[in-house]
């Protein structure tokens, strides 16, 4: 399929009388960043697995880059994984492990020290190349193996969990990589952390008890035309005001972030409507700090 990494029908994997996936479908379009959104055990891992071959499934088809399921000899340098709990050699050290990663994708020996020596200065590795893995911290570890995944820029990469017990520094160094890529190369990413896959992906996709409940973009989930939030300096004294500038909306409010949600009906008119009815008498009681409207991606799956 023109314009497709990724498809996979009806995908089932048993347990026993367990179903880790139950018919999953999801096309993932090329350079595209997907972030698959689940509880623990929705089936997004085994996904991950299925598509890079490390499991038999009990039905369903993969199509990995038009080229069917993962075959060796056909993907060989075209597709990466990043497991969640995958481990290194301790005696290794990472400067030799991402050169060997880089020959076994094909690249020449100039190609491949120039790849290992590119990627362990992207995740901030360039003076522990010599050192062996033993003598890293949990987070450094978890770079290496953030970083094999790039090596020679293979079309897709999947990633499960790739933040995980990251310092916020290096978190976000990882973070600004992943946006460089968007449309270069097509991304999945398996997270909980809600935020990081709507500040990153373009595509999202829920996956409930081994099915995929919901996909679209990121901007169709979250844009709802009928939610407006309104960050202000105080909570507003007089709601009874504001419903009155917008009969039938309804109001939540935040202390937290002191935030004021508004959800209104669609015969009120579009955001700029509400907006319209209803700055007017917020202004008149306390100062409107920001204006945002729908839904986070994080209210549009609980909501889901």
Not at 45 to 65: K, N, Q
Not at 124 to 152: E, P, T, Y
Not at 172 to 190: E, K
């Amino acid at each position: 399929m023109i314009g497709v990494a990724i498809v996979t029908r009806d995908l089932v994997k048993r347990y026993g009388r367990r179903r880790a996936l139950d018919g999953c479908s999801l096309v993932v379009p090329r350079g595209t960043m997907m972030g698959l959104v689940g509880a623990n055990g929705a089936g997004k891992t085994t996904w991950m697995m299925a598509v890079a071959g490390f499991l038999r499934l009990s039905s369903g088809s993969i199509d990995l880059l038009g080229r069917g399921p993962f075959r060796a000899e056909v993907h060989s340098g075209r597709f990466a994984i990043l497991p969640q709990d995958s481990a290194l050699p301790l005696e290794a050290r990472p400067g030799d492990i991402l050169y060997r990663y880089a020959r076994m994708q094909g690249l020449s020996p100039e190609a491949a020290q120039r790849s290992a020596n590119e990627m362990l200065a992207a995740v901030n590795l360039a003076d522990r190349a010599k050192n062996s893995i033993r003598s890293l911290s949990h987070g450094m570890r978890m770079r290496v193996r953030f970083a094999q995944c790039f090596i020679g820029s293979p079309e897709v990469v999947l990633l499960d969990e790739p933040l995980n017990g990251l310092d916020p520094i290096e978190a976000d160094r990882i973070r600004r990589f992943l946006r460089a890529r968007r449309g270069r190369q097509t991304i999945v990413i398996s997270s909980h952390n809600l935020h990081d896959i709507e500040t990153l992906c373009t595509h999202v996709a829920f996956v409930e008890k081994g099915r995929v409940a919901r996909t679209s973009t990121l901007e169709a989930i979250t844009r709802a035309s009928s939610r407006v939030t309104y960050t202000l300096a105080a909570e507003p004294s007089d709601m009874a005001a504001l419903s009155a500038a917008v009969p039938g909306a309804t109001f939540a409010w935040t202390a937290e972030t002191h935030d004021l949600a508004c959800t209104f009906e669609a015969s009120d008119g579009d955001v700029a409507a509400v907006n319209r009815k209803l700055l007017p008498a917020l202004l008149a009681q306390t100062d409107v700090l920001a204006v945002s409207s729908g839904l986070s991606l994080e209210q549009a799956y609980l909501g889901s």
